[in-house]
């Protein structure tokens, strides 16, 4: 299993204080996603997820975008990054 986490920066405080919710929401619906967490810390929103296929982070990155341009109306750009994916036994 790989647990993955994701940034975006780039939104303002309203925008990210306002997402977590709706971010999980729309992973709560990708149930090969497991886990979804999503949280605000101020400065960037962070999603961690876990799978059983993603070693590189590239499909979490891929949806985590597109759940960010959903969910979330962006007055500026943002940067959407892979944080880290650690492998773990389950």
């Known amino acids: 299993m ?3 986490m994701a ?3 780039g939104l303002t405080d309203d925008e ?6 709706d971010i999980i929401e ?3 619906n990708r149930p090969w996603h497991l886990n979804p967490e999503c949280t605000w810390n101020g400065s960037t929103l962070l999603l961690i997820v876990e799978n059983d296929y993603d070693s ?3 499909a979490v990155l891929d949806e985590f975008s597109d759940a960010v341009h959903a969910c979330v109306n ?3 750009s943002i940067m959407i990054t ?3 994916v650690t492998e773990f036994a389950p």
């Open 7 to 9: 940034s975006c920066a």
């Open 26 to 28: 729309e992973f709560l």
């Open 2 to 4: 790989f647990r993955i």
């Open 82 to 84: 892979i944080v880290s």
């Open 16 to 21: 990210g204080t306002a997402a977590p919710r």
């Open 56 to 58: 590189n982070g590239s």
């Open 74 to 76: 962006c007055s500026g």
